[in-house]
């Protein structure tokens, strides 16, 4: 039953999280009419746009699952999630079509968000309806462990055909063959989750007629119910959304765009992290039921918020030593009126970003992922350590800029025989450790918090507005702050400060469920 529940999962996330990892390609096959830092955000913004529509999926789903029952509802969504994943592959590009290519695109992402929205929580809740009251933690920790595994299969197809087929190849035309395979993967899912029995709680309501007939109104329209649903979002999910998304993708995207760790490289260190600590997921899920929920997410709360800045600051000096040489060396300063800054996003491609000194510099440094501090004391020079580097001729200006980053040491992409591998590996598991004191025990809080009748429903909204939302929007919103600022780890206040509320509302509000009976 776990297994079956668990493998069509796993395959959800492997289709929604394709365009995660795929997104620098992505950002050049389908937003290459805009210059090249707002390309990359943009397909961050595309692929959070799946994950904007979370909630309403888990509205329309988390409905019929408490109408119509668990089992028939996520045979829907995983047919709607594969379809669509199937699609992206055959989309042209944005040189073929113009701007229906990213149009396209977006809509797909919509409607992969949309069944994601339905499949966790009839998942989750399949799971613990079947699970031992003592064991609920234990068990539904593996559905916690989908994420990574639909996160790792995609890693390894990924890598897989980059080095089969090579970069060029890869970023010409392979990029399509995940997308295209998911196709098989859906036929096989199906079938496995079309062998299950209705969950028996559900059963039990449909023989004895106590079923919701407006389960939505039900959740979310009565202050006793909302108020939990607010608790377990502001209190739980939204902490844990913003750790996840920032151990298992932001720590990728930072690798690549910051960093300039070649893209395969950096799968195969996320991909070897992710095989180290996924079994905490269970680990943390099974200690969930003798001391309970609430203690290991408010810990994994309270550790990420304090190890962040650590964390990432050494994962600069392990995987891109030169870099943190050259920042401690010759620290590079923009000196500009503020006033004469344009913010360094442009979704409609219309800003050149060329006609003041503080526009080309800040362009030059973001494309070539040098770090930089801001002063309001100049016209628009910069300094690299004791060098000035005046704007004067503005044609010339990014090619001045480059060349003097250049003698001070900045690399143009990380040098891979200073990677040190195994502590960006350690580094990369420490993060991934955090998720799993987060997330393991959360899928069973969620299903203690509500009464069975409106379960699949009142857990759906608070979880996907907390990871479709909170989680979903984090690495654009994190590398926005870093564009505008130009400070490499500004963006991780996003996730700290997300945290450190839910902390602070969790450790008021939040219950401790790990001893109540589900079989209301």
């Given at each position: 039953?776990?297994?079956?529940?668990?493998?069509?999962?796993?395959?959800?996330?492997?289709?929604?999280?394709?365009?995660?990892?795929?997104?620098?390609?992505?950002s050049v096959q389908f937003f290459s009419g805009v210059n090249e830092t707002t390309g990359f955000i943009l397909a961050l913004a595309a692929f959070a746009a799946g994950f904007a529509v979370r909630p309403f999926g888990a509205?329309?789903?988390?409905?019929?699952?408490?109408?119509?029952?668990?089992?028939?509802?996520?045979?829907?969504?995983?047919?709607?999630?594969?379809?669509?994943?199937?699609?992206?592959?055959?989309?042209?590009?944005?040189?073929?079509?113009?701007?229906?290519?990213?149009?396209?695109?977006?809509?797909?992402?919509?409607?992969?968000?949309?069944?994601?929205?339905?499949?966790?929580?009839?998942?989750?809740?399949?799971?613990?309806?079947?699970?031992?009251?003592?064991?609920?933690?234990?068990?539904?920790?593996?559905?916690?462990?989908?994420?990574?595994?639909?996160?790792?299969?995609?890693?390894?197809?990924?890598?897989?055909?980059?080095?089969?087929?090579?970069?060029?190849?890869?970023?010409?035309?392979?990029?399509?063959?995940?997308?295209?395979?998911?196709?098989?993967?859906?036929?096989?899912?199906?079938?496995?989750?079309?062998?299950?029995?209705?969950?028996?709680?559900?059963?039990?309501?449909?023989?004895?007629?106590?079923?919701?007939?407006?389960?939505?109104?039900?959740?979310?329209?009565?202050?006793?119910?909302?108020?939990?649903?607010?608790?377990?979002?502001?209190?739980?999910?939204?902490?844990?959304?913003?750790?996840?998304?920032?151990?298992?993708?932001?720590?990728?995207?930072?690798?690549?765009?910051?960093?300039?760790?070649?893209?395969?490289?950096?799968?195969?260190?996320?991909?070897?992290?992710?095989?180290?600590?996924?079994?905490?997921?269970?680990?943390?899920?099974?200690?969930?039921?003798?001391?309970?929920?609430?203690?290991?997410?408010?810990?994994?709360?309270?550790?990420?918020?304090?190890?962040?800045?650590?964390?990432?600051?050494?994962?600069?000096?392990?995987?891109?030593?030169?870099?943190?040489?050259?920042?401690?060396?010759?620290?590079?300063?923009?000196?500009?009126?503020?006033?004469?800054?344009?913010?360094?996003?442009?979704?409609?491609?219309?800003?050149?970003?060329?006609?003041?000194?503080?526009?080309?510099?800040?362009?030059?440094?973001?494309?070539?992922?040098?770090?930089?501090?801001?002063?309001?004391?100049?016209?628009?020079?910069?300094?690299?350590?004791?060098?000035?580097?005046?704007?004067?001729?503005?044609?010339?200006?990014?090619?001045?800029?480059?060349?003097?980053?250049?003698?001070?040491?900045?690399?143009?992409?990380?040098?891979?025989?200073?990677?040190?591998?195994?502590?960006?590996?350690?580094?990369?598991?420490?993060?991934?450790?955090?998720?799993?004191?987060?997330?393991?025990?959360?899928?069973?809080?969620?299903?203690?918090?509500?009464?069975?009748?409106?379960?699949?429903?009142?857990?759906?909204?608070?979880?996907?507005?907390?990871?479709?939302?909170?989680?979903?929007?984090?690495?654009?919103?994190?590398?926005?702050?870093?564009?505008?600022?130009?400070?490499?780890?500004?963006?991780?206040?996003?996730?700290?400060?997300?945290?450190?509320?839910?902390?602070?509302?969790?450790?008021?509000?939040?219950?401790?469920?790990?001893?109540?009976?589900?079989?209301?």
């Amino acid at each position: 039953m776990i297994a079956a529940s668990s493998l069509g999962t796993v395959f959800e996330w492997y289709d929604f999280y394709l365009y995660g990892l795929l997104a620098g390609i992505i950002s050049v096959q389908f937003f290459s009419g805009v210059n090249e830092t707002t390309g990359f955000i943009l397909a961050l913004a595309a692929f959070a746009a799946g994950f904007a529509v979370r909630p309403f999926g888990a509205l329309v789903f988390g409905r019929l699952g408490d109408v119509v029952g668990r089992k028939h509802t996520f045979l829907v969504t995983m047919a709607l999630m594969g379809l669509s994943t199937f699609a992206v592959g055959l989309l042209p590009s944005y040189a073929s079509i113009g701007v229906a290519a990213p149009i396209a695109l977006v809509t797909l992402r919509l409607l992969q968000g949309l069944a994601l929205g339905g499949e966790y929580g009839g998942a989750a809740t399949y799971v613990a309806e079947h699970a031992p009251d003592d064991r609920r933690g234990f068990y539904t920790s593996f559905i916690q462990t989908t994420a990574t595994f639909g996160l790792f299969a995609a890693l390894l197809v990924v890598i897989g055909l980059r080095t089969w087929l090579g970069e060029e190849a890869f970023a010409d035309w392979g990029w399509r063959v995940p997308f295209l395979i998911s196709l098989g993967l859906l036929a096989v899912s199906l079938w496995i989750r079309m062998q299950l029995e209705e969950s028996p709680v559900f059963q039990k309501m449909k023989a004895e007629g106590t079923t919701s007939k407006r389960p939505l109104r039900e959740a979310f329209g009565q202050w006793r119910n909302l108020r939990w649903v607010l608790i377990a979002l502001l209190g739980a999910v939204a902490g844990q959304a913003v750790v996840w998304y920032t151990g298992q993708f932001y720590a990728l995207f930072f690798l690549e765009r910051v960093l300039q760790v070649e893209g395969a490289t950096a799968n195969i260190l996320i991909a070897i992290a992710l095989a180290i600590g996924t079994p905490f997921f269970v680990v943390f899920g099974w200690l969930s039921d003798r001391i309970g929920r609430k203690k290991i997410i408010m810990a994994g709360l309270a550790l990420s918020i304090a190890g962040y800045f650590p964390l990432f600051a050494a994962l600069t000096d392990a995987a891109n030593p030169a870099l943190a040489e050259a920042q401690a060396r010759a620290p590079v300063t923009v000196h500009a009126d503020p006033a004469t800054c344009a913010f360094q996003f442009d979704p409609v491609g219309g800003q050149s970003f060329d006609t003041t000194g503080c526009d080309v510099a800040k362009s030059a440094l973001a494309k070539a992922g040098i770090p930089y501090a801001n002063a309001a004391d100049g016209d628009g020079e910069i300094t690299v350590g004791e060098r000035t580097i005046a704007p004067g001729d503005l044609t010339t200006y990014a090619d001045r800029i480059a060349v003097a980053v250049a003698e001070a040491g900045y690399p143009a992409t990380a040098d891979p025989a200073r990677i040190d591998r195994v502590r960006v590996v350690a580094i990369l598991t420490a993060l991934v450790l955090l998720v799993t004191m987060v997330y393991g025990p959360i899928a069973a809080l969620l299903v203690e918090l509500f009464p069975s009748r409106i379960r699949y429903s009142a857990m759906s909204l608070p979880y996907h507005i907390g990871n479709g939302w909170f989680g979903g929007f984090l690495p654009t919103v994190s590398f926005a702050m870093v564009a505008a600022t130009g400070n490499i780890y500004f963006g991780l206040w996003y996730p700290i400060a997300i945290a450190a509320l839910t902390l602070v509302v969790g450790l008021l509000f939040l219950p401790e469920t790990f001893r109540r009976s589900i079989r209301d």
